[in-house]
């Protein structure tokens, strides 16, 4: 059978889909950041005969390699190429500055069981288990090793189970992205590398949380496992570790590539999906606040105050305002809108807990707006994340 173009076929897909199911942040990808884990005074897992720095340091430079000689166009950046400290802001800033269309995240694992094994790959998000936080509050550790850490992460403490469950129901805005990037990578360790698929999965990470990019933290293996720590160090593992995730870079770049030529061609007005923006949050236009309810959310808080935070699940943008009653919005009640940057952005759901907005999140997500993630306001004005878990802590302490 004649094997159809990919991008022909995407082309039919995105024309048949439902407008909501459209991604809105799809581009060409174009820039990658590759950040080799911890290093210099941090070392990360430590095995019986290495240290996890210098392998993930090893697998990125073979992967940045991979792609700058074989994909032209793409542009490689490391968070760093040598065995130097690199905080995790600082990771984040430099893939944010660049304008990256992808962030990477390598890493190698370890537990207290000297037999686990396999490789795995995460995605900012909610902890599905205890196995993942452990995985997040691990790898979050690495800001202990930064000077004032507790500001410059606004409070977050790292051991704190409540601050990290806290945490991960921000979701990074680029969460079907990432969720693509990472099964294409799980694929290719299973398919082509031969390692044990231990799966995608969603955890809280710092170095993923405020990056304004799909992206993925990658396990290549646990170095706690003597067999897997011996394959991890070698020569031939670092290259089939790289090839594989060499491979699943080039297939999520041919798709979304792909996705971006065809969304050139069939542009609508309006992005059916969350957009990722910066922490400076507040909701203003010509110095006036203008946050928009429904009667019906009205009803429902009119319990609440407007000095209490609030949360609310954003699922769409668009530059022109859209009726409440919109056509596209079928399957959701409660619709409002708030105005941003420009943008006119539309939420559900009015709550003063985060744990009732994440339940309204995943209802929103199965309507088809995937990438739907959780926002924090205060007297109508958008708050940060920081800002709000400082107020809920405060509020816990009254």
Do not use: C, W
């Amino acid at each position: 059978m004649k094997r159809i173009p990919v991008f022909f076929v995407i082309v039919i897909l995105l024309a048949a889909l439902p407008p909501q199911l459209v991604a809105d942040k799809r581009g060409f990808v174009n820039t990658v950041v590759i950040d080799p884990g911890h290093g210099g005074r941090e070392p990360g897992a430590v095995g019986r005969r290495s240290m996890e720095k210098d392998i993930a340091l090893a697998i990125s430079l073979k992967l940045g390699n991979y792609i700058k000689e074989n994909i032209e166009g793409v542009e490689v950046i490391y968070t760093r190429e040598t065995d130097i400290f690199v905080p995790l802001h600082e990771r984040a800033r430099i893939a944010n500055e660049n304008k990256a269309d992808l962030f990477i995240s390598i890493h190698a694992n370890s537990a207290a069981s000297r037999i686990a094994e396999g490789t795995e790959t995460f995605v900012m998000g909610l902890h599905r288990s205890q196995a993942n936080l452990e995985v997040a509050r691990r790898e979050n550790k690495s800001i202990l090793y930064e000077d004032d850490y507790l500001e410059t992460y606004d409070g977050f403490d790292p051991n704190s189970p409540e601050a990290n469950i806290i945490f991960a129901l921000y979701q990074n805005a680029y969460l079907e992205q990432s969720l693509q990037m990472a099964s294409f990578i799980q694929s290719e360790f299973r398919e082509r590398a031969r390692r044990i698929d231990r799966g995608v999965k969603q955890a809280g990470f710092l170095v993923l949380y405020n990056i304004t990019m799909p992206g993925v933290l990658v396990e290549t293996g646990f170095i706690s496992n003597p067999r897997e720590e011996e394959y991890l160090m070698s020569e031939t593992g670092q290259a089939h570790l790289a090839s594989a995730i060499f491979r699943a870079f080039r297939q999520y770049k041919e798709e979304q590539d792909a996705l971006a030529a065809a969304r050139n061609e069939y542009h609508r007005p309006l992005a059916y999906t969350a957009t990722q923006e910066t922490e400076d949050l507040s909701v203003t236009t010509d110095n006036q606040t203008e946050a928009i309810q429904t009667d019906h959310d009205r009803t429902e808080t009119d319990h609440m105050t407007a000095s209490e935070v609030s949360f609310r699940v954003q699922f769409a943008t668009s530059s022109e305002k859209r009726p409440l009653d919109d056509p596209v919005f079928a399957g959701l009640s409660g619709v409002s809108f708030y105005f941003h940057e420009g943008l006119y952005k539309y939420t559900v759901g009015y709550e003063n807990t985060l744990e009732a907005a994440a339940t309204i999140q995943q209802e929103v997500q199965k309507a088809g707006f995937k990438d739907a993630f959780v926002v924090a306001f205060k007297n109508n004005e958008r708050i940060s994340a920081a800002e709000a878990r400082r107020l809920l802590q405060k509020q816990r302490n009254n």
